[in-house]
Every structure is written in structure tokens, then in C-alpha cells.
């Protein structure tokens, strides 16, 4: 039995360090992919407002469909916001938060603030003793 559980252990190991060097190339902010999740992602919702702006004079049931959709690309914006918060969307801290900054405008939400918040979030995340601060709030039975 020992050899079994020795040959297992030895199998995870090559399982996780083989994990470790697949995952390594995406732990690292891209420059290029960034800014190309920036345009692909606030050009179309500013365009997306102006068609709204115009469309306003034709029907406001033309406006409804353009306004779904933008709030679409606004969730795209928080996702950005969210990478931003956790550092990682660029290499460059002040890029972080000067995205985040302009992310967290577009979709009404303090970027200093909701960092800190979102920090405490990991800290505790699990933690049933440590709830109430940037949680999703877990019942139990006691």
C-alpha cells in the first residue's frame, strides 16, 4: 500500500508542475491583448451611446435593443475594472489604476474604494467567522 500511495503523491506532483507550466504564460499582464480589450470593448459602448442618442428621435423601441446591448459592453467594463483592481490587467500599477479609475466611473463604482473592499473579500472568502465586508452573504443553519 505504501507504494501505492507514494506512486499517487509522486503522479500529483507531475500533474500540478505540468498545471504550473501550462498556466505559467497567462500569469502575465499582455500589453497588446490589454489595450485590445480596451478598444474592442469601450469604442463599440461610446458608439453604442450615440446610436442610443440618435435612435431617440426615430423610437425609443429602436433605443431599447441598442441599450441592452451596451449595458453588455458595460459589463465588459466592470470585468476590466475587476482585473484592474487585482493588479493584473497591466504590469504597470499606475496603469491599473488609472484604467480602473476610468472603469469604475463608467459603471458607477468607487475604484479605491471597491479595491479595498474587494481585498477584504479575498482575505475572508470562506471564512463564515470573518463575513459582512465585499461578501456574498452564505446562510447556515445556526
Known amino acids: 500500500m505504501t507504494n ?7 503522479q500529483s506532483q507531475t500533474n500540478t508542475l ?5 498556466v505559467a504564460r497567462y500569469q502575465k499582464p499582455s500589453v497588446g491583448r490589454g489595450v485590445w480589450q480596451i478598444v474592442n470593448t469601450l ?3 461610446a458608439a453604442l451611446w450615440y446610436l442610443m442618442y440618435l ?7 429602436l433605443t431599447l435593443p441598442l441599450a441592452v446591448l451596451a449595458g ?3 459589463v465588459r467594463a466592470f470585468i476590466i475594472f475587476h482585473d484592474c ?3 493584473s490587467f497591466f504590469k504597470s500599477a499606475a496603469a491599473n489604476h488609472i484604467l480602473g479609475a476610468i472603469t469604475g466611473a463608467l459603471t458607477f463604482t468607487p475604484y479605491y474604494h471597491w479595491r479595498w473592499e474587494h481585498a477584504i473579500h479575498h482575505s475572508n472568502a470562506g ?10 452573504w452564505t446562510m447556515t443553519v445556526q
Request: glycine residues 10%; charged residues 20%.
Open 127 to 136: 471564512d463564515l467567522d470573518q463575513r459582512g465586508t465585499g461578501d456574498v
Open 4 to 10: 501505492d500511495s507514494n506512486f499517487a503523491e509522486d
Open 55 to 61: 435612435s431617440l428621435a426615430v423610437s425609443w423601441w
Open 18 to 22: 505540468a498545471w504550473k507550466q501550462i
Open 72 to 74: 453588455a459592453f458595460l
Open 85 to 87: 483592481g487585482h493588479g
Open 43 to 45: 469604442v463599440p459602448y
